[in-house]
């Protein structure tokens, strides 16, 4: 019998997907070099410019091991080290001037291009989504997310390396994880790809505590493209419990954790609070969908305080129509996989 996961398509030449790498770096480095002459704004100013402790001078251990501390000093590693090890090296090799930690930016996000290109080919590649084989369409998503405008506000905006550098940890994690899970799809070891993913995330948390949505990230894979298939069906039965269990618990987690922890939390000037934000959320969500699909300048700013929070499902009655569309787009998605 023939493995369904076993692909019978000739081997592309690779030169098609250097070619088109070599395009991304190009291009995405193009769009933002102008952007590289700006200053430091807003949390750049308290995180970098007046952070004292984060002004190393040279490239000692302890100097360094200072600067990796200096976002909270209080605890052993501090908070996110790995980024603010990032800017002390910066600090280093040039002082305060904007232009190194915005060189630093761009190039972290080239590499995240080319993981995302990576990750992208991987998935459209894979047996179950039966895309086209060439690099192109890889490609062309890759270049759309580099380039975005979106994008501004974390490639040129300093102190949004904790983001970008997170995303570098995580983007290797779900190569790696893909990896893994195509190996054991072929009846071969994936272990050692799968177990590799936990000290990226880890890294990736020292940059910024967003990479611990990696297993939501890897859940969303198994539920589209993945199935918790693998040719063993012990292994695919196991998967597939490790998956409910791990779901079931951070269902329980938020609920008698966090929630309880973080809903009475202190907005400090804000007039709203967590039943408020959560509220809003149904009109923000669809905005942002907006965005990304069709970017205006005008319908971008830095800013958003000139929202008001939304104090129920028709105040304003926009709140309950976001609610709509975000529930008609989850229909939707849950109807295509069905097919």
Known sequence: MTNRFVSTSPMKHPIPT???????????????WPGLSGGFIFDDIPSIVDNQRLHAEKLDAES?????????????LGSRPLAM?????????????????????????????????????????????????????AGAIALLWAIHPLQVSTVLYVVQRMETLSLT??????????????????????????LTCLPLVA??????????????????????????????????RTWGW?????????????????????????????DFGSAERLLTQLRILPMYLGQILLPIPSAMPFYYDQISPS??????????????????????????LRK
């Open 85 to 137: 090890l990032s800017f002390a090296i910066n600090h280093v090799i040039g002082g305060l001037n904007p232009w190194g930690y915005k060189f630093t930016g761009l190039l972290i996000h080239l590499v995240n291009a080319l993981l995302v290109f990576l990750l992208t080919r991987s998935i459209l590649t894979h047996p179950t989504v039966r895309g086209d084989r060439s690099a192109l369409p």
């Open 311 to 336: 104090r129920g499902l028709l105040q304003p009655a926009t709140t309950l129509a976001g609610g709509a569309v975000l529930l008609a787009l989850i229909g939707a998605a849950f109807g295509l």
């Open 242 to 270: 490790a998956y409910a269990l791990a779901t079931l618990t951070g269902l329980i987690v938020i609920s008698f954790w966090l929630i309880p922890k973080y809903w009475t939390a202190n907005y400090l000037i804000r």
């Open 169 to 194: 940890f995580v983007l290797l994690a779900l190569i790696a994880y893909m990896h893994g899970r195509r190996q054991q799809q072929l009846g071969l070891a994936g272990w050692p790809w799968l």
């Open 64 to 76: 360094l091991a200072r600067g990796a501390r200096s976002f909270d000093p209080g605890g052993a």
């Open 203 to 236: 890294v990736g948390i020292t940059a910024k505590e967003s990479a611990a949505m990696f297993p939501a990230y890897t859940l969303a894979l198994e539920l589209t493209v993945l199935r918790f298939a693998a040719q063993d069906p012990k292994t695919a």
């Open 18 to 32: 250097l070619l088109w790498a070599l395009f991304l770096i190009a291009a995405t480095a193009a769009i933002f």
